[in-house]
């Protein structure tokens, strides 16, 4: 299918579906891009075709009229009628389901649908956003995230690296936060719940054993607050240095390995932080967490190659 054609039938899709009324040929021949250099019999041909096609993958495009409308026939997408019905699932099909949904992005029909939205409004026909989320955008996967996702529904054993350590966790779910995806599952090395951000992995997962090695909880609060009641940052600066920093934080009580003649303060951490400390170059020094040190040092590294080229 042609990008032009499949943008044709997806704007006429979100234009059949956002309607509360019949929709008249006139006006879907107004709206839609790919129907305004038609003449009339080429008009009538092709909006004949995308009709049956729509209706052969199982839209189901009705025709009729409404009296107040002088009686002219015209066309929608029964939206009950398109939905799936009511379904259960098991604990096991939702967190399928669940990390299916996190994962997917088919991203030709992400950017036809963001390009059929932009159309449509800007030829005054503005979709119902709450009747468009069958067609919305996910967010991108990340190199390895179809191992975990497998692992996550054959319930097997994932091995990788992280921070260049041995790990094994049984995963339990998978969440985007922050716009970064983690983990949660069993550390087996630690026997206790852990999340862990997958891009800083340092081996590739691999799923081993056997399926069905284990029974995630039926309920996985996806909540970091028990680690990360308040967020915040241990960032060491020089004296009268980074005033804008300090006037968000407080003096924090020194531990061992602090560097000399800076004082350390905890602040907010935010996610302009890195950018932060980055700009005040040897005046600051992140401290803690360990992500937020390891964002510093990718930041100037990075900075660094720029200069060295």
Partial sequence: ???????????????????????????????????????????????????????????????????????EPGYRVDRSAFELPPISFTTDELAALGAAARVWQDSVAADDTRVALATLRAAGADPDAARLLTLQPQLTAIDGLDVWWEALRDRREVRFGYRDEPRRLQPWRIVQRRGHWYVIGLDLDRAERRHFKLSRLTAPPRAVGESAAYEPPETVVIDFASSEQRPSARVALRPGRGHD?????????????????????????????????????????????????????????????RWAR
């Avoid at 509360?20 to 107004?30: C, E, N």
């Avoid at 049956?52 to 189901?60: D, F, K, Q």
Wanted: glycine share 10%.
């Fill in 1 to 71: 299918m042609s990008a032009s054609k499949s943008e044709r039938l997806l704007n006429l899709l979100i234009m059949l579906l956002s309607t509360r009324g019949w929709v008249g040929r006139d006006r879907i021949r107004q709206v839609i891009e790919g129907y305004r250099g038609l003449d009339d019999r080429n008009f009538e041909r092709t909006f004949e075709r995308d009709k049956a096609e729509l209706r052969s993958i199982g839209v189901p495009v009705e025709a009729g009229s409404h009296e107040s409308e002088g009686g």
């Fill in 245 to 305: 920093l300090v006037r968000n934080g407080r003096l924090a009580a020194p531990m061992a390995g602090d560097p000399e003649g800076f004082e350390v303060y905890e602040l907010p951490l935010t996610p302009v932080l890195v950018g932060e400390i980055c700009a005040l170059g040897a005046d600051a020094i992140a401290l803690a967490p360990e992500e937020l040190v390891d964002d510093v040092v990718a930041r100037l590294r990075a900075v660094a190659g």
